[in-house]
């Protein structure tokens, strides 16, 4: 087998331990085991388990960005585009294993690198969402502020409207989520006079 075979089956077999055990039960003999060659073949590759880890962690953030990126349609007004984008990330939050299994950890355990993780995850969104108010800021498309401020507003109330509702809520369906967003950042609840 070639050698980019075996480096591939090395990330793939870490992919799969870290998302069913998460980083701290992760150990170099599971990937090992799951990837069907020795140790010391992993780190022909990798240096140690964290290097492992970033690998898998860039990868998993690269195609997040890659689908959001594919949400924004110059044809579409601001708010659509960001709506469309928050959820595709969402949607691949949910579905992506190792961001589950990092919540977990990082929840019940507190691991270190978990935090690390997931941090980097949300740095990775909120420059996205920054460009993306940038360039309509830019373009007249949205009234002038801080891209870093707005981000993080849009981010955070995405976030609570579609968790921490949940914990005290039925959840909302899309389209009732994408009322009260709409109405959150372009209408406030100011009556008109």
């Known amino acids: 087998m070639a050698v980019v075979d075996r480096r591939e089956q090395v990330l793939h077999a870490a992919a799969q331990s ?44 690269r195609e997040l960005r890659r689908r959001a990126e594919a ?11 960001v709506y469309q984008a928050l959820d595709a990330i969402l949607e691949f939050r949910e579905e992506h294993e190792l961001f589950i299994k990092l919540s977990q950890e ?43 401020v707005i981000a993080f507003g849009m981010l955070k109330l995405f976030i609570a409207l579609t968790g921490e509702w949940e914990m005290h809520h039925e959840p909302m369906s899309k389209e009732e989520l994408k009322r009260h967003m709409f109405t959150f950042l372009t209408e406030g609840f100011t009556a008109a006079p």
């Open 18 to 61: 870290f998302s069913l055990f998460g980083y701290k039960a992760t150990t170099m003999d599971q990937v090992a085991k799951i990837a069907n060659v020795g140790k010391g073949t992993i780190y022909t590759f990798f240096e140690n388990k964290e290097e492992l880890f970033d690998e898998i962690l860039l990868g998993a953030i």
């Open 106 to 148: 990082l929840r019940d355990i507190g691991t270190l690198q978990a935090k690390a993780a997931l941090f980097k995850v949300e740095s990775v969104v909120l420059e996205f969402l920054e460009r993306v108010i940038r360039e309509s800021m830019d373009k007249g498309a949205i009234r002038q502020g801080s891209p870093e």
């Open 71 to 81: 949400e924004i349609h110059a044809e579409r007004p601001f708010f659509e585009n």
